[in-house]
């Protein structure tokens, strides 16, 4: 909650004017009560018109100031609260955007996403309503006990009584449910996730006949979430049954003893009817109170979950290494890697040197290593063990945004957002004229693809760039890193969906540009690295030969290997 506070000082002015309010309507509802003792007592039971008319100006006047402030402090309340979630939304996501592949892998996209929008949500409620009945409910209970006293002392005891006993019962239903609250929100992780899943991969589940075993999957974990929700709303939900039972019990004590006390004429009948609004007063309250204690027990879950991803910060290390590497563009020096919670390195004792223009093949089954390794290089994770060196600098020693300008990345997966196809190639170069996009579409065989379309380079991307295939996206990634003119350029399978044409075609364009790149190309097929420098080759983490193609086939098995598989002739 502390981050919650901190940034509502922001809002000094709302926070204070909402619950100021608030108080002054308590105080005016307050006045109520003996405004319609005194109409009884001195203006029906005396005849007094006058005092009759005087008080039922009161009774109309003071909830019409009240009805006036009340809508005031709610304005006030609400523009802090969704201004205070604005600012966490942009606050976090820029957090998010720090965070290194390590963080996204241990916290998982699904609590990520579910902590962007649903506990800022709930912590938005919380602030709402914490501005608007955290004075107002204590101030109109311990108002309304006093007010008691100024009556009668005895009946007061009652207000006393009645107080303490809900205050108990508030505090053990909140200590009991908060940590259940906070099982609900993992839970609400987990139907997300699910559900993220299968949109994200639905084509694949139909082509598997999968939708009746994902459905189950998908009602176990809703079931699950379910049941939790039951659990903790079942015991909130005693609150308001406990509140109205003591209440009513109370005031079913406070006419018996005040019925007597009237025929004794200790009392009159407008105090007692004061009283029993006094304590009609107290009911509200403290049912709007309990209602307002389950809210800010899921706001507080909520914040924790908030704080929790706050709190982390990138595990990427920062040194000031001034050794210099003038080996090449491109060393690994002795490199191993790790990932969280894994049983085996990914990477073991890497060490190769790139020259500046060298084109670098990378091969290897699946699961070898391939990947982790280009991912190291913009320093996507830290290297466990042993130094990367970019342009003679260990990467460790880069501010961050200098290192990656200077590397150019095309993934595994081929990204593009929605826009313009101008927009998404000025991702690589937010200056890019259309003669370099154009150029770098042509460089890519992108531009037939651009020419397809009405508008050329101006014509829509949908969203993911569901509206090109899988091909076409790959080719459009391609011209967005080729759009840099990055020293290091990384194609991470960047060819897996192109026929062997295109394939061909760019391989021959990639030793055409003129800026002369350090290539890193990642494959799984052997044709795509025949004409590389030099190509490596993983096994299992571990680097077993580095050559040329025709080195490779005389004293490489692993290669040779891999070489046979498709369709290629050894010996």
Known sequence: MKLILKMLKNYKKEAFLGPLFKLIEAIFELCIPLFIASLIDEGIKNNNVNQVIQSSIFLVVFPLFGLIFSITAQYFSAYGAVHVAKDL?????????????????????????????SDINQVQTGINLLLRLLLRSPIVVFGATIMAFLIDVNEALIFILVTILLFIIVFIIMKITLPLYLKVQAKVDNVLKSTRENLSGVRVVRAFNRENEEFSEFKKLNQDLFASQVKVGNISALLNPLTYVIINGAIILLIYVGAIKVDHGILTQGKVIALYNYMSLILVELIKFANLLITLNKAVASANRLNNVMEKTSTLMKNDNKNINNEGEVVFHNVSLSYQNASSPALKDISFVAKKGEIIGIIGATGSGKTSLVNLIPHFYDATKGIVYVEGKDVKSYPLEELRNKIAIVPQKATLVKGTIKENIKWGKKDASDEEIINALDLACALEVVNSKEKGIDSEVSQNGKNFSGGQRQRLTLARAFVKKAPILILDDASSALDFNTEANIKENLRKLPYKPTIFIVSQRVSSLISADKIIVLDKGSLVCIGSHEYLLENCEVYKEIYASQGGKVG
């Open 89 to 117: 939304r942009e606050k976090l996501f820029k957090h998010i955007q720090e965070l290194s592949y390590s963080e996204y892998d241990s916290m998982g996209y699904s609590f990520l996403i579910t902590t962007m929008t």
